[in-house]
């Protein structure tokens, strides 16, 4: 074949062809996983672990995945079209040196649509095989939605179509204690085991399903909380095409992901017979609490997210990497972190430090581009919860406002400044350009009525109406749950900064 032909010749589809042979023996495996979520996240993080697992010799399992709603049904088809295989691209720094990985992901061995295929996703219970529930389905999709159920036809919420499934269970197993499921929630939230077995239990009860089943799913089955860490950037398109030149195959699947990831799940560490993660030798703990870590994570990465967005945004900076390596703003965001965020934190001093420049080495990857404008959304909500408690330390054990978490919210104010006090939630920037302001309509309504009270009839841009509007946002408990202006010298400080913004013009 000529060079031209064999560049006219159709690029092959990744599928079981292009795996090695004991790669396709893996495909015989018995499904022990059950995974509801068919997105970028499971199949960089949860799925990678999975076949890790496997490839360890410790777990010997495969994985029926399933979408949680009908729009993920073109995910289901490429997925059915590529038989399950799928290339995830590992990219960034790791301990100070660039990595790139490849690998093609084969542990899923059955896609089902149960919107199409309801009797197929409900004989996945009768396998005794069978022993864990694996999902991700947006912090909305542990949401109770009241749903009706009819035997033969497929219920629209993930909890709704789980309650079926394990009814079907039940009923197989005659209700045996041995029969349970271990269920693994990869949700961003808090308590999300015990939030998915509470809105299951509330099926339960609607479809009135005999109580002998609902003792079954809270005594046989485990609704483990846990806490999930890895930032999983998905298809990257601009590269794609030349990737596949390089590799010599398609993959419109193909996500990626950055080096790091860590997986905490709240369960006795006797599980990990049965899951062998750590085993494996991944990034993984068993643990008895949560908080500490969920705690960890709050502070450090998504305090320091929202620190750099509102300090960023103000001051030209456009991107998380660009905010760390700033030559004057890049110092500040690190005394933050290790002066005024991790001396605050009830945990171990060399856990932290090590988690923290764990963290400035995430957000150095050369491969993501984070915009502090999508960071930047909701952002008087997560000051609040992911900042406030770092200040209000600080100030505890020092007796002095922190620095730069002061300037902080001074930023998170000029931010949400109106650029006027009658059209849409915009700010205009020290840069002059407008900035789409993206929060609670309510709270945005009381932050304007604040600054244009205080400015009286005049211009919001003087000092006077920027003294009296800080305050006043300040002391409302509708934003903060509190009155920020009873910690002393706080308001002063904010004031202070935001006069800086004032004498420049900006």
């Known amino acids: 074949m000529s060079e031209l032909e064999r560049m006219a010749e159709p690029m092959p589809l990744i599928g079981l062809e292009s795996l090695q042979p004991e790669a396709r ?135 709704g179509k789980l309650t079926a499934f394990l009814y079907r269970r039940f009923v197989k197993f005659g209700g045996g204690s041995d029969k349970g499921l271990i269920h693994l929630p990869c949700e961003l939230l808090e308590r999300n085991g015990e939030r998915l077995q509470e809105t299951v239990l509330k099926h339960a009860d609607d479809w009135g399903l005999p109580d002998e089943f609902k003792r079954w799913v809270r005594e046989a089955n485990r609704f483990l909380n846990t806490l999930v860490d890895r930032i999983v950037t998905g298809y990257p398109a601009e590269e794609a095409d030349e990737l596949f030149e390089r590799w010599g195959y398609r993959d419109p699947l193909l996500t990626t992901a950055e080096p790091y990831y860590f997986w905490v799940i709240q369960g006795e560490r006797d599980l990990e017979g049965r899951l062998p993660l750590a085993a494996s030798g991944l990034n993984v703990q068993w643990v008895d609490d949560l908080k500490p870590y969920q705690l960890r994570k709050v502070r450090i990465l998504n305090g320091s997210h929202t620190l750099m967005a509102m300090i960023g945004l103000v001051n030209g900076i456009r991107e998380v990497r660009e905010a760390l390596e700033h030559p004057a703003w890049g110092p500040k965001f690190m005394q933050a972190l290790f002066e005024e965020i991790v001396p605050g934190l009830p945990l171990d001093r060399s856990e932290l430090a090590t988690y923290a420049n764990e963290t400035l080495e995430r957000f150095r990857n050369p491969f993501i581009k984070h915009k502090l404008a999508d960071i930047a959304m909701n952002s008087l909500s997560k000051w609040k919860v ?30 949400y400044r109106p650029a006027d006090l009658t059209g849409e939630p915009t700010t205009r920037l020290p840069d002059g350009t407008l900035f789409a302001v993206r929060d609670d309509p309510a709270l945005l309504a ?45 308001a002063d400080e904010v004031v202070r900064h935001m006069a800086k913004w004032e004498e420049t013009g900006r």
């Open 25 to 159: 023996r893996d495909r015989e495996l018995p499904i022990k996983v059950l995974q509801i979520g068919e997105g970028n996240f499971l199949r960089g993080f949860a799925d990678w672990m999975l076949q890790a697992c496997n490839r360890a010799g410790l777990f010997q399992g495969g994985v029926a995945v399933t979408q949680p709603r009908p729009s993920g049904k073109p995910h289901m088809d490429k997925l059915k079209a590529q038989q399950g295989v799928y290339t995830l691209l590992v990219r960034g720094l790791k301990e100070g040196k660039r990595v790139e990985e490849r690998e093609q992901i084969s542990v899923l061995t059955r896609m089902i649509d149960p919107y199409a295929e309801w009797e197929a996703f409900l004989s996945l219970a009768d396998s005794a095989d069978l022993l864990f529930v694996v999902s991700n389905t947006t912090e909305a999709g542990l949401a109770y939605q009241p749903s009706e159920w009819r035997p033969n036809e497929p219920v629209l919420s993930f909890p």
């Open 386 to 415: 992911r900042l406030l408690p770092s200040l209000k330390r600080h100030m505890q054990r020092t007796g002095g406002v922190p620095a730069v978490l002061s300037e902080s919210l001074a930023s998170l104010l000029r931010l």
């Open 446 to 490: 009381l932050i304007r009525e604040a600054w244009k009270t205080a400015a009286d009839g005049g211009i919001i841009e003087s000092a006077d109406s920027t003294d009296r509007a800080v305050r006043k946002i300040l002391s409302l408990q509708e934003i903060w749950e509190e009155d920020l202006t009873q910690y002393p010298g706080l």
